[in-house]
């Protein structure tokens, strides 16, 4: 089994910045991808990055290309999610999650989720 565990949540002003930290545990040699989607109250949980566990490939949400980037330290088995120009329409739950092939948009093909942290963006 694989445990995620969320961090870096938290409340800031419209153009601000945060990065979130998603630590992976037990056996995360089995895990290919790892992903980050939001989800805010009332909609859907939303595709935003994810990450090729092994060689480092990215992508991205065309909502959040050019202001996050999702980058993974192999040392500490952690993925970072750095967010830049915070917009109103970013506050969301944000959630971490992997899977054993490769990644998709689809939050129904990754079979382990962290806990959530939540990311407030006042305008």
Known sequence: QVQLVESGGGLVQAGG???LSCAASGRTFSVHAIAWFRQAPGKERAYIASINW???ITDYADSVRGRFTIS???AKNTVHLQMNTLKPEDTAVYYCASRKFTY???HADYDTWGQGTQVTVSS
Request: charged share 25%; hydrophobic share 15%.
């Open 54 to 56: 092994a060689g480092g």
């Open 17 to 19: 910045s945060l990065r």
């Open 104 to 106: 998709s948009h689809s």
């Open 72 to 74: 993974r330290d192999s």
